[in-house]
């Protein structure tokens, strides 16, 4: 079956401006995750939903930053009034049930802040 | 500061010799799992190890955990160029209900042809 899809892959977007980013889970994995990934750094965990609700968003790094997801499967995450350093690999991951189990990634957005 | 952090940072080896790569964690753990990312992009995952076992094997890989030292290493045998890439090691870090992986900030391994 499809694995996790994200889209944009690329988003080249003005310091300032709002961007939708969205993850589309593996069918019927209840359990989704937000990574930021920086140049040469490892994976910054931002939000985890489990169905459509968040019990942790416990990393995500401001208030412009929001997530949801609807139906129990796509997801967005918005950053509103982008800055530089909001750019970075947006990542995406999926698990069938819990979150320490097996994750899938999506190939991740780069998001590029001028 | 990060559950798990790999050691070393980069390795860079001949084709055909074998990679060991390290994991150290601070809390207990259910379970310890590697994942591999190429060019930045998604990660994929490589295996995972549970806090009653000792060691597993996948093809060319072979995990251990050492639950008294909390760590795990990651070897790779016979290794291919193709190999090349970035290893993440994940650990959960469960909190009740809220159970989470915690990534390390990854070895960069180069396998020159």
């Known amino acids: 079956g499809a694995g996790v899809s994200q889209s944009p892959s690329n988003k080249v977007t003005e310091k300032g401006k709002d961007v939708e980013l969205r993850c589309d889970p593996i069918?019927?994995?209840?359990?989704l995750y937000w990574y930021r990934q920086s140049l040469g750094q490892g994976l910054e965990f931002l939000i985890y939903?489990?169905?459509?609700?968040?019990?942790?968003k416990s990393g995500l790094p401001s208030d412009r930053f929001s997530a949801e997801r609807t139906g129990g499967s796509v997801s967005t995450l918005t950053i509103q009034r982008t800055q530089q350093e909001d750019s970075a690999v947006y990542l995406c991951?999926?698990?069938?049930?819990?979150?320490?189990?097996?994750?899938?990634f999506g190939p991740g957005t780069r998001l590029l802040v001028l | 500061s990060q559950q798990g952090e790999e050691d070393p940072q980069a390795l860079s080896i001949q084709e055909g010799e074998n990679a060991t790569m390290n994991c150290s964690y601070k809390?207990?753990?259910?379970?310890l799992q590697w994942y591999r990312q190429n060019s930045g992009r998604g990660l994929v995952h490589l295996i995972l190890?549970?806090?009653?076992?000792r060691e597993k094997h996948s093809g060319r890989l072979r995990v251990t955990l050492d639950t008294s030292k909390k760590s795990s290493s990651l070897l790779i045998t016979a290794s291919r160029a193709a190999d090349t890439a970035s290893y993440f090691c994940?650990?959960?870090?469960?909190?009740?209900?809220?159970?989470?992986?915690?990534f390390g900030k990854g070895i960069t391994l180069s396998v020159r042809p």
């Open positions: 190890i549970r806090s009653n076992e």
């Open positions: 939903f489990q169905g459509n609700s968040a019990p942790d």
């Open positions: 991951a999926s698990s069938l049930v819990r979150a320490s189990e097996t994750q899938y």
């Open positions: 069918s019927g994995h209840t359990a």
């Open positions: 994940a650990t959960d870090a469960q909190t009740g209900a809220n159970s989470k992986l915690t």
């Open positions: 809390t207990s753990i259910n379970n």
